[in-house]
């Protein structure tokens, strides 16, 4: 929920923006501009008269800044649609705060204050109440729940019994590590926000203001429109390409579903699969080169390596996952018998590359910066730069001053709803550093699967699962990096990206897994259908996502992780076997029309045998697909002779 929750609150929050009074709406818009300026700062490592900023003093003044924003822009109920006099004093306290530990940043990283005095204990307090607040308000309530369980478990480790037992340790010293210590609020979730994630939301909130979802829609168009199932075919490339960009799934249903849905309800689809096609293909955007979504930002610096390695390691698995969805849907169109888009209604592909070639400037710009010139968390503020002065090429794009404080209120409702939703993981992750009991799960988890990789790997399956459909995309990621990752690298020897990407891909599964599938439900709200019919229709469209994590998981060469030699043999099998496997769920094969029911599931198996990373895999996958070809053949050779 985390991730699709930045965007699912994005319109609500637009128009309680818009509701703001004069002078708090001019706060608001200076602390934006006040938050995003000191990270241009920090990412460039600008100096101001030789005052060089320590990385702690930097993270509490970014907190501060965002976290006060939060309160302005999100309700503590959804009936609230004015800011009330408790949020604006949450506000004051939350800056306020941050502030005083900005001013005594380098007390509080070379001496520390542990434990705490009466005072540092009660902001401490404070600051942690606002924190959780802040992330109710943007990702709900269960998944404060979950991190206040692990914040507190130190308190009670001591009884906890087998594998839960851990060291535990007094109240102020708990309660101090999560906002004075360097695995608390400024460790992990700092990080990612602070030196990855914030400028590449400042990308998609400059994009989105500049109508980058429209032109990927009417591009996909252009290219795609005039086939059969034309719109579903565009929901696809144009979610992916625009998903690529902005990195959040709701936030792409939104600014593409708005055009793709209605399109194919028009030729004909029903409402149901119209939503599950747009959920299936916004939520492959999240998991996209080159932004993805943000727990990707989180696996970077989990790991500590660049976050281009991460992009990388994520094009092929993507690739496949689209590819899959595109054979489905252009399955279901030939089934039922769908045309393309008449031509009249398709936009000139000339004239949209004339007018939206900025935007795949920016992305080829954006590209390069990360994977050739190594920019890392820079290269979006240089693609944010090069977009804003492209945007003055046209007049419809022209950066107007109400423009700009629209572009800039954007960013900044990205940025603090970003904020409010990530910083409560460090209460996950420092729960579980203090009390040790991250190396004991996993070996217990080994354990539980008796030493046998395969059964470890469907613990961790399940538990992705359970934490994914409750809507807890990024701390079910935390959790099982904590826990379950070394278990699979150590047990089964697995690649260290795999393992984690193989997470990433199972917790994911929430945006379009009932019962909490927030793609899938904005696209039924756009679409007008039944949330859990068109939850469920997204399952059977993304059921391919299920099996590519395996393929990688195996064979690391599918994560670029290996000879090149290697990457392309597997690529093409991978290739072969998803195309075979997403044909057999849908019914329907290229050359050879309806399969019969017999046929689909003998299709299906060999298909994910032959993707599966193994030699007799391979050989065993052949098998069933020649066999059942074969028969399908003769049967269709003997119908031809009996009708003749």
Request: hydrophobic share 55%.
């Given at each position: 929920?985390?991730?699709?929750?930045?965007?699912?609150?994005?319109?609500?929050?637009?128009?309680?923006?818009?509701?703001?009074?004069?002078?708090?709406?001019?706060?608001?818009?200076?602390?934006?501009?006040?938050?995003?300026?000191?990270?241009?700062?920090?990412?460039f490592?600008?100096t101001?008269?030789g005052?060089?900023?320590?990385?702690?003093?930097?993270?509490?003044?970014?907190?501060?800044?965002f976290?006060?924003?939060?309160y302005?822009?999100?309700?503590?109920?959804?009936?609230?649609?004015?800011?009330?006099?408790?949020?604006?004093?949450?506000?004051i306290?939350?800056?306020?705060?941050?502030?005083?530990l900005?001013?005594?940043?380098?007390?509080?990283?070379?001496?520390?204050?542990?434990?705490?005095?009466?005072?540092?204990?009660?902001l401490?307090?404070?600051l942690?109440?606002?924190?959780?607040?802040?992330?109710?308000?943007?990702?709900?309530?269960?998944?404060?729940?979950?991190?206040?369980?692990?914040?507190?478990?130190?308190?009670?480790?001591?009884s906890?019994?087998?594998?839960?037992?851990?060291?535990?340790?007094?109240?102020?010293?708990?309660?101090?590590?999560?906002?004075?210590?360097?695995?608390?609020?400024?460790?992990?979730?700092?990080?990612v926000?602070?030196?990855?994630?914030?400028?590449?939301?400042?990308?998609?909130?400059?994009l989105?203001?500049?109508?980058?979802?429209?032109?990927?829609?009417?591009l996909?168009?252009?290219?795609?429109?005039?086939?059969?199932?034309?719109?579903?075919?565009?929901?696809?490339?144009?979610?992916?390409?625009?998903?690529?960009?902005?990195?959040?799934?709701?936030?792409?249903?939104?600014?593409?579903?708005?055009?793709?849905?209605?399109?194919?309800?028009?030729?004909?689809?029903?409402?149901?699969?119209?939503?599950?096609?747009?959920?299936?293909?916004?939520?492959?955007?999240?998991?996209?080169?080159?932004?993805?979504?943000?727990?990707?930002?989180?696996?970077?610096?989990?790991?500590?390596?660049?976050?281009?390695?991460?992009?990388?390691?994520?094009?092929?698995?993507?690739?496949?996952?689209?590819?899959?969805?595109?054979?489905?849907?252009?399955?279901?169109?030939?089934?039922?018998?769908?045309?393309?888009?008449?031509?009249?209604?398709?936009?000139?592909?000339?004239?949209?590359?004339?007018?939206g070639?900025?935007?795949?400037?920016?992305?080829?710009?954006?590209?390069?910066?990360?994977?050739?010139?190594?920019?890392?968390?820079?290269?979006?503020?240089?693609?944010?730069?090069?977009?804003?002065?492209?945007?003055?090429?046209?007049?419809?794009?022209?950066?107007?001053?109400?423009?700009?404080?629209?572009?800039?209120?954007?960013?900044?409702?990205?940025?603090?709803?970003?904020?409010?939703?990530?910083?409560p993981?460090?209460?996950?992750?420092?729960?579980?550093?203090?009390?040790?009991?991250?190396?004991?799960?996993?070996?217990?988890?080994?354990?539980?699967?008796?030493?046998?990789?395969?059964?470890?790997?469907?613990?961790?399956?399940?538990?992705?699962?359970?934490?994914?459909?409750?809507?807890?995309?990024?701390?079910?990621?935390?959790?099982?990096?904590?826990?379950?990752?070394?278990?699979?690298?150590?047990?089964?020897?697995?690649?260290?990206?795999?393992?984690?990407?193989?997470?990433?891909?199972?917790?994911?599964?929430?945006?379009?897994?009932?019962?909490?599938?927030?793609?899938?439900?904005?696209?039924?709200?756009?679409?007008?259908?039944?949330?859990?019919?068109?939850?469920?229709?997204?399952?059977?469209?993304?059921?391919?996502?299920?099996?590519?994590?395996?393929?990688?998981?195996?064979n690391?060469?599918?994560?670029?992780?290996?000879?090149?030699?290697?990457?392309?043999?597997?690529s093409?099998k991978?290739?072969?076997?998803?195309?075979?496997?997403?044909?057999?769920?849908?019914?329907?094969?290229?050359?050879?029309?309806?399969?019969?029911?017999?046929?689909r599931?003998?299709?299906a198996i060999?298909?994910?045998?032959?993707?599966?990373?193994?030699?007799?895999?391979?050989?065993?996958?052949?098998?069933?697909?020649?066999?059942?070809?074969a028969?399908?053949?003769?049967?269709?050779?003997?119908?031809?002779?009996?009708?003749?």
């Amino acid at each position: 929920m985390e991730q699709g929750n930045v965007a699912s609150e994005a319109e609500f929050s637009a128009t309680r923006l818009k509701r703001l009074a004069g002078w708090l709406k001019t706060m608001y818009l200076v602390l934006c501009t006040l938050g995003i300026l000191l990270a241009i700062h920090w990412a460039f490592n600008i100096t101001v008269r030789g005052y060089v900023m320590l990385q702690n003093a930097y993270y509490y003044l970014l907190i501060g800044i965002f976290l006060a924003g939060a309160y302005i822009i999100l309700p503590a109920r959804k009936s609230d649609k004015i800011t009330r006099w408790y949020d604006i004093s949450a506000a004051i306290f939350s800056l306020s705060i941050c502030g005083y530990l900005f001013m005594n940043s380098w007390e509080i990283g070379m001496v520390g204050w542990f434990p705490p005095t009466h005072l540092q204990l009660i902001l401490a307090i404070i600051l942690a109440l606002l924190v959780l607040e802040a992330g109710r308000r943007a990702a709900g309530s269960i998944y404060i729940v979950v991190c206040i369980l692990f914040g507190a478990y130190p308190l009670f480790a001591e009884s906890m019994p087998g594998v839960l037992f851990g060291v535990s340790s007094p109240f102020s010293n708990i309660i101090a590590s999560h906002i004075y210590g360097s695995d608390g609020i400024t460790g992990l979730p700092a990080k990612v926000i602070g030196d990855y994630l914030i400028g590449f939301l400042a990308f998609a909130g400059v994009l989105i203001v500049t109508g980058a979802g429209a032109f990927f829609v009417n591009l996909a168009l252009g290219m795609l429109g005039r086939f059969r199932g034309g719109p579903a075919k565009v929901a696809v490339i144009g979610s992916g390409l625009f998903g690529s960009l902005s990195g959040s799934v709701a936030s792409n249903v939104i600014a593409t579903g708005t055009f793709t849905i209605p399109a194919m309800k028009r030729l004909g689809y029903p409402p149901h699969y119209a939503g599950a096609v747009e959920a299936c293909s916004s939520t492959g955007g999240a998991i996209m080169p080159p932004v993805m979504g943000a727990v990707a930002f989180v696996m970077a610096a989990f790991l500590e390596i660049e976050y281009v390695a991460i992009a990388a390691a994520a094009v092929i698995p993507a690739l496949l996952y689209y590819f899959s969805l595109l054979i489905q849907v252009d399955s279901y169109a030939a089934k039922v018998g769908m045309a393309g888009i008449p031509r009249s209604e398709i936009p000139s592909l000339k004239k949209t590359l004339s007018e939206g070639w900025p935007f795949i400037a920016v992305f080829f710009f954006l590209i390069w910066g990360l994977g050739y010139m190594r920019w890392e968390f820079m290269a979006p503020w240089y693609a944010t730069g090069l977009m804003i002065v492209l945007s003055f090429l046209r007049k419809e794009t022209w950066p107007t001053p109400k423009r700009l404080l629209d572009m800039l209120a954007g960013v900044g409702t990205l940025i603090c709803q970003t904020m409010a939703i990530i910083l409560p993981v460090a209460f996950i992750v420092n729960g579980l550093g203090i009390t040790g009991t991250a190396a004991a799960f996993t070996a217990g988890l080994v354990h539980l699967g008796g030493g046998n990789v395969y059964l470890v790997l469907l613990l961790g399956v399940i538990a992705c699962y359970i934490l994914g459909m409750a809507g807890l995309l990024i701390a079910a990621y935390v959790f099982l990096a904590v826990s379950l990752a070394p278990a699979l690298i150590e047990l089964g020897h697995l690649n260290k990206i795999a393992v984690h990407m193989f997470l990433i891909y199972y917790c994911i599964l929430s945006s379009i897994t009932p019962p909490v599938a927030i793609g899938a439900f904005v696209a039924a709200a756009i679409a007008g259908s039944d949330p859990m019919r068109t939850a469920w229709q997204s399952v059977r469209l993304g059921m391919v996502l299920f099996f590519v994590p395996f393929f990688f998981l195996f064979n690391p060469s599918l994560v670029l992780q290996g000879p090149l030699l290697d990457i392309i043999l597997c690529s093409v099998k991978a290739l072969l076997g998803t195309f075979i496997l997403a044909s057999a769920i849908e019914g329907y094969m290229l050359k050879l029309g309806k399969l019969s029911l017999w046929a689909r599931p003998l299709l299906a198996i060999g298909g994910f045998l032959i993707a599966f990373p193994e030699r007799i895999t391979d050989i065993v996958g052949a098998a069933f697909i020649l066999c059942t070809l074969a028969i399908i053949f003769i049967r269709k050779q003997l119908a031809g002779k009996g009708s003749a």
